[in-house]
């Protein structure tokens, strides 16, 4: 069975540094683009890049460059999100999402169970 | 433009069928896929490819598409069923696009 794990949810004041993670059981973790996905309280969905694990090779999505890194340890089969220096605005659930990147599209086909973000003063 | 459109809300009647639909200029060339959304959980995949779906979704869920316009059809809602869904598909830069959602009730 795919599984998604993430890391337990946060609590961090402006300005702190975050890093939270995605582990992959179930498949080969380095045959699949992860993404990363954010929902900001009461909103809709939001892209903000895929990684692909056997290399690293990353691509953020055009409203999250430069504010995230994303990134691999294909040894541990981990994908992480970070933030160097965290604002309120990035209080939101952010999902990792297994994606299949294929001749009829581009789908996320398994889902972590979120990671919730809270900065706060 | 790179974006995808939904209605904000639709609401159903128990056992009746509903169509929620997902515009934008990406999907003349790209397929749509739909993802359901109760609260409080992740995501889950229910039409992949404009039309597929993932093993252990019910069949009254379908999906199609013509022109600029994807829509995912649910024939005979359950209450189950009520739940934000989301369409996605891609743009010519390889982007991932996300529609914004679509609250639907069932009455």
């Known amino acids: 069975e795919v599984q998604l794990v993430q890391s337990a949810a946060e609590v961090k004041k402006p300005g702190e540094s975050l890093r939270i993670s995605c582990k992959g059981s179930?498949?080969?973790?380095?045959?699949?683009?992860i993404s990363w996905v954010r929902q900001m309280p009461g909103k809709g969905l939001e892209w903000m890049g895929r990684?692909?694990?056997?290399?690293?090779?990353?691509i953020y999505g055009p409203s999250f460059q430069g504010h995230v890194t994303i990134s691999a340890d294909k040894s541990i089969s981990t994908a992480s999100l970070q933030w160097s220096s965290l604002k309120a605005s990035d209080t939101a659930m952010y999902f990792c999402?297994?994606?299949?990147?294929?001749?009829?599209?581009?789908?996320?086909?398994?889902w972590g169970q979120g990671t919730l973000v809270t900065v706060s003063s | 433009s790179s974006e995808l459109t939904q209605d904000p809300a639709v609401s159903v009647a128990l056992g009746q069928t509903v169509r929620i639909t997902c515009q934008g200029d990406?999907?003349?060339?790209?397929?749509a896929n739909w993802y359901q959304q109760k609260p409080g959980q992740a995501p889950v995949l229910v039409i992949y490819?404009?039309?597929n779906r993932p093993s252990g979704i019910p069949d009254r869920f379908s999906g199609s598409s013509s022109g600029n316009t994807a829509s995912l059809t649910i024939t005979g809602a359950q209450a189950e069923d009520e739940a934000d869904y989301y369409c996605?598909?891609?743009?010519?830069?390889?982007?991932?696009?996300f529609g914004g959602g679509t609250k639907l009730t069932v009455l």
């Open positions: 996605n598909s891609r743009d010519s830069s390889t982007n991932v696009l």
């Open positions: 490819g404009k039309k």
């Open positions: 990684l692909d694990p056997s290399d690293s090779y990353t």
């Open positions: 999402a297994r994606l299949q990147l294929s001749s009829i599209g581009y789908y996320f086909d398994s």
């Open positions: 179930g498949y080969s973790f380095t045959s699949h683009w």
């Open positions: 990406s999907l003349r060339d790209y397929n």
